[in-house]
């Protein structure tokens, strides 16, 4: 089996922009089993040069011994090396050299969780959560405890993403979360029927949410995934008042209108200083279930392009695909009804990925609102 020191002897003789050794540049590295996945820390205003080593790094990394799959994915923020966690920890367990729980703005419910994870669009309709749900499932099948809020007090989606109807206890006056495929699960879906609309003033979603995130039972979490309504409001500001996030993912589909307002994501959480994990372009292509042809219906590489333009990690494609919303309307999202399909790989993937960014980055203080 491959070790750390195999993937950085493979990286000997590799060089990034300036000369830059590409084994001094590695921030983290997870192997799990025969995959290998490795982050390089690079500056975000020389995103083409980086662009090309980091192919060049995964490249060598595949052609190490015992490695069958590697990826390799940049981040714009530099982070003194740590000791990667084994693919294989235990979930209760710290690896060496992974940061100590965060501390979480003084919301004792949150005290226990690691990281934070907001998934986010600037727009409606581009599968968030979906893609919410595949990550948070990703993250437990790595060994993770993972716990999911749904924050979308308008149109809650995970009762029917993971066929959960029944209504949550109360004990000790804390909210207990159900849970669905080793995933703690909470969403307003859970307290209120389906086809009730929530008539409510921004000040009472905040409220909601407020009571969602502290007055909830999560127990101790290795990550705590928030699928975020769309937009850039009430709700977002609240959360980013409250909790010290860990970093955000972005959901875009390819399409201008979607970029736009995925910008605006972005921007938004730099504003309020919470890392951007990375984006991740939804919809990306569709393949044909019937021939097998590829049609990029709603065009296709932009939400990679906008990311190299922001100096943000881009996380990968995820396909329009039937498997995708069959497993997802019966209540059994992809990554927990057929692991082992290329369509769960997507969202396995994409689960790596943030777990090594998480484990690498830098901490964060409490977050600070910036006006103007």
């Known amino acids: 089996m491959a070790t750390e020191a195999d993937i950085l002897k493979a990286l000997e003789g590799l060089h990034g922009p300036g000369g830059t050794p590409l084994a001094h540049a590695v921030s983290g590295i997870n192997l799990s089993g025969a995959k290998a996945f490795v982050s390089l820390s690079g500056d975000p205003s020389q995103t083409e040069a980086w662009e090309a080593a980091r192919v060049s790094a995964e490249r060598a990394i595949k052609a190490a011994p015992g490695i069958e799959q590697a990826i390799v994915t940049l981040t714009a923020e530099r982070a003194p090396r740590a000791e990667a966690p084994r693919g294989h920890a235990h979930a209760h367990t710290h690896a060496a050299g992974a940061p100590a729980p965060q501390r979480k703005g003084g919301i004792p419910a949150l005290e226990q969780i690691r990281f934070i994870i907001a998934v986010a669009s600037g727009k409606g309709g581009v599968g968030k959560s979906t893609t919410s749900a595949n990550l948070a499932l990703g993250l437990a099948v790595q060994g993770w405890r993972v716990g999911l809020l749904d924050a979308d007090v308008y149109g809650p989606s995970m009762p029917r993403l993971f066929a959960l109807s029944e ?31 929530m008539v409510w003033r921004g000040p009472m979603v905040s409220q909601a949410i407020s009571q969602m995130l502290g007055e909830v039972a999560w127990g101790e979490l290795d990550a705590l995934v928030i699928d975020m309504p769309p937009g850039t409001g009430d709700v977002q500001l609240t959360i980013a008042q409250q909790v010290p996030l860990a970093g955000a993912v972005i959901v875009s589909t390819p399409q201008d209108l979607a970029l736009i307002d995925a910008r605006r994501a972005v921007a938004m959480f730099q504003k309020v200083e919470a890392p951007i994990l990375g984006v991740i372009e939804n919809m990306s292509y569709f393949l044909c279930p019937h021939c097998g042809g590829r049609s990029e219906i709603f065009a296709h590489g932009g939400a990679r392009h906008d990311a190299e333009q922001m100096g943000v990690p881009f996380l990968g494609e995820a396909p329009l695909d039937i498997k995708i919303r069959e497993t997802s309307d019966a209540g059994r999202p992809v990554v927990a009804a057929e692991p082992d399909s290329p369509q769960a790989a997507v969202y396995l993937n994409l689960a790596a990925k943030v777990k090594t960014l998480l484990e690498t980055q830098k901490r964060r203080a409490a977050p600070k609102i910036v006006v103007g």
């Open 167 to 197: 209504k949550p206890k109360v004990e000790g006056g804390k909210l207990v979360p159900l849970e669905a495929h080793g995933v703690k699960i909470v969403s307003m879906g859970f307290l209120v029927d389906e086809n009730i609309p």
